[in-house]
C-alpha cells in the first residue's frame, strides 16, 4: 500500500496558520463590535433626549447573542419612555433608527476582512 | 429663508410634497377601520385617526389611531454613484428601469450622438410609529389580530399615494405593547396602547435636493470590464497608490 508522510513541520505551520486565522476573526468581530457601540454612543449624543443616556449604552454577550442597549435597570423605564413616548410627550427614537449606523458597520466590517484576508478572487 | 429659493417646497394645502404625501398616504391608509359594537346589536364602532395625540378641543373616543413621525433619513445603502446614467449603455447594456420606454423619440442630435439620460431617484427611509389606543380589552384584541393578518401583514407591503399616484414599499420593523392606566374623577381604567413601527420607502429625485451633483454612497460602481482594470482601482482604494493619467489606465 502506498503512503505518504507528512513532517511534523508541516503540520505545525498548518496549525498554527489555522490558529492565526481563528484568532484574526476574533479581532475582527471586536473590532466590529466596538465600531458600532462608537456608532450608537455618537448618535446617541445628537438624538434629542438621549443625550444624558449615551454613556450608559453598553454592548454585552448573552444566551449566545449580542445585545445593545441599556443594562442598568433603572434606566430603562426611561429610556422606554423617550423612544416610544406618551400622550405628552412625543417619541424619540434611537433604536429604531440605526440603519445607517448598521450600514456603516457593515461597510466598515468588509473593508476589515478585506484589509485582513485580500480582496477575494474576481473570475 | 435667505440663503436661496427652496427647490421643492411640499404644499401643506394641497397634502403633495415630500413626506406630506407619505404621511397624507398613511393616514389615508389606516382610516376607515372599524371594530364591533360590545354587543351585537350595537353598530360598528368607527376608529379614528390622527397625527400624534388629538388637541384637547376634541373629544377622545375609543378605539384611535395615532401617528407619529420619528425620522426621514437617507438610505445610504441604496444610493449609487452615478450622477447621470444613459438609458442604453456604450456596450448597449440597459439598466433596470420599470418604465423603460422603448419608443421615445430620436433625440435631437441624432441616435448615437444624442441620448436621453435618467437623474438618479434617491431613497430615503421614512419610519413611523402607530399606536394604537383601546379601553376595552376585546377591541384592544380584534385590533391586534386584524393588524397583524390584515393592516401590516408580517411582510413588506404597498401604501398608495395618491399624490404622485406610485406606490410606497411599507414594512412592520418592530410592536410594543405599552399598555396603562388612566385616572380621572370617575377612577382608574386601563389604556391598552400597541406601538407599531413601520418604515416606508421614498424616493427624492436628485435634481430636488440642493448641491445634489455630490452625494455620500456606500457602493460605487466601477466600470470594470476586466480584472485587470478592477485591480488597479483595487490598489488606488485599499493600498494608496496614486491615481494613473487616463492615458496610463488600460
Redesign the interface.
Known amino acids: 500500500m502506498d503512503s505518504i508522510r507528512i513532517s511534523q513541520d508541516w503540520l505545525d505551520n498548518l496549525s498554527r496558520y489555522v490558529t492565526d486565522l481563528e484568532n484574526d476573526g476574533y479581532d475582527a468581530a471586536e473590532e466590529n463590535v466596538r465600531f458600532f457601540h462608537e456608532q450608537m454612543v455618537d448618535k446617541a449624543r445628537t438624538t434629542s433626549g438621549w443625550e444624558h443616556l449615551a454613556d450608559e449604552i453598553e454592548v454585552w454577550s448573552q444566551d449566545g447573542q449580542l445585545w445593545v442597549g441599556l443594562r442598568n435597570k433603572a434606566y430603562v423605564s426611561e429610556a422606554?419612555l423617550i423612544e416610544?413616548?406618551?400622550?405628552?410627550n412625543?417619541?424619540n427614537?434611537l433604536f429604531?433608527?440605526l440603519?445607517?449606523q448598521v450600514?456603516l458597520t457593515?461597510?466598515n466590517a468588509s473593508?476589515s476582512a478585506?484589509?485582513r484576508y485580500g480582496?477575494g478572487r474576481?473570475? | 429663508m435667505t440663503i436661496r429659493p427652496l427647490i421643492a417646497p411640499p404644499d401643506i394645502h394641497q397634502h403633495v410634497g415630500f413626506m406630506l404625501a407619505e404621511d397624507e398616504a398613511l393616514k389615508s391608509y389606516l382610516t376607515g377601520i372599524q371594530v364591533p359594537g360590545q354587543r351585537p346589536e350595537d353598530p360598528p364602532i368607527d376608529v379614528g385617526v390622527w397625527f400624534r395625540w388629538p388637541t384637547g378641543e376634541r373629544q377622545i373616543k375609543y378605539p384611535f389611531i395615532t401617528i407619529d413621525s420619528i425620522t426621514a433619513e437617507p438610505a445610504y445603502e441604496l444610493f449609487h454613484s452615478n450622477h447621470w446614467e444613459p438609458i442604453v449603455d456604450t456596450d448597449g447594456s440597459t439598466l433596470y428601469r420599470p418604465s423603460f420606454a422603448p419608443e421615445l423619440p430620436e433625440p435631437s442630435m441624432g441616435w448615437g450622438a444624442g441620448d436621453y439620460q435618467v437623474l438618479n431617484f434617491l431613497p430615503f427611509r421614512l419610519v413611523y410609529q402607530v399606536n394604537v389606543y383601546s379601553r376595552y380589552n376585546l377591541h384592544d384584541r380584534y385590533l391586534r389580530s386584524i393588524f397583524a393578518t390584515d393592516v401590516f401583514p408580517q411582510r413588506p407591503w404597498w401604501i398608495g399615494v395618491d399624490a404622485d399616484n406610485t406606490w410606497r414599499r411599507t414594512e412592520q420593523i418592530g410592536y410594543a405593547a405599552t399598555d396603562s392606566s388612566e385616572t380621572n374623577e370617575s377612577g382608574t381604567k386601563r389604556i391598552f396602547r400597541k406601538v407599531y413601527s413601520i418604515q416606508m420607502l421614498a424616493e427624492v429625485p436628485q435634481q430636488r435636493l440642493a448641491d445634489a451633483e455630490f452625494y455620500r454612497v456606500f457602493k460605487v460602481f466601477i466600470s470594470a470590464y476586466d480584472r485587470e482594470r478592477l485591480e488597479h482601482f483595487f490598489d488606488i482604494a485599499h493600498e494608496g497608490k496614486d491615481v494613473p493619467t487616463p492615458a496610463v489606465l488600460p
Open positions: 422606554w416610544y413616548g406618551d400622550q405628552e412625543a417619541p427614537s429604531r433608527t440603519q445607517s450600514g457593515n461597510e473593508a478585506i484589509a480582496a474576481v473570475t
